[in-house]
């Protein structure tokens, strides 16, 4: 099994919906890093947490760190297109310079 | 702020070929440097990193090779492709550790 569990894989929602992806740990994590994918395109920064319990939004995204530092959930609220794309979380587990990462959720959204 | 370049966007190349691709970073110097690949459905995988001129970490065993010949140039090469080389090719940069990473658009290398 994976170091970063991402689920689930692909979600399809309909346009208005809310959703969340969660991204689990086997080891503490001293980073999590939440990117956008567009297909065949580099990865946007969305947020980073670091601290246990910590929160952060960004426009109608919102991400969290469990206060056991090693599960993180991404939550949008009221999808729209422009939220489709796949996710990816990376993680520093505490390995000098190298993040762990999920294998990405595909986000659909159904107008 | 802080620009990645990644060229070229595509590359379709024989098997048996040479490869070269290159990464440029604008802004603050000695960035962090890595190449990633990413495979559908496994998320990315940690190719090379170098943190300074001419240093360089592998940690996958393959047919690639990265140099770094200026602070905020990066170069992943191969002198002879394989099928299996083929896949989505990112380049990163960072600054100091626990800090975000910044990446390029990628390449799309499809090995015929």
């Known amino acids: 099994s994976q170091e970063l569990e991402q689920s689930p894989q692909s979600l399809i929602v309909q346009e208005g919906k809310n959703l969340t992806i969660n991204c689990t740990s086997s080891?503490?994590?001293?980073?999590l890093y939440w990117y956008k994918q567009k297909y065949g395109e580099g990865l946007i920064f969305l947020m980073m947490l670091q601290k246990g319990g910590e929160e952060k939004s960004h426009e109608k995204i919102t991400a969290k760190l469990d206060e056991k530092k090693q599960q993180s959930s991404l939550h949008i609220t009221a999808s729209q297109p422009s939220h489709a794309g796949i996710y990816l979380c990376g993680a520093d587990v505490g390995s000098n310079y190298q993040l762990i990462w999920g294998a990405g959720t595909k986000l659909i959204i159904k107008p | 702020s802080q620009t990645i370049h990644q060229w070229p966007a595509t590359l379709v190349q024989p098997v048996g070929s040479p490869l070269s691709l290159e990464c440029t970073v604008e802004g603050t110097s000695n960035p962090n440097l890595y190449w990633y690949r990413q495979a559908a459905g496994r998320g990315l995988q940690l190719l090379f990193y170098s943190v300074g001129i001419g240093q360089i970490s592998s940690e996958v065993p393959q047919n690639l090779s990265a140099s770094r010949p200026q602070d905020r140039q990066f170069i992943l090469s191969s002198k002879k492709l394989l099928l299996s080389d083929s896949g989505f090719y990112l380049c990163a940069c960072s600054w100091g550790e626990g800090t975000e990473a910044f990446f390029g658009q990628g390449t799309r290398l499809t090995v015929v």
């Open positions: 080891k503490t994590l001293y980073g």
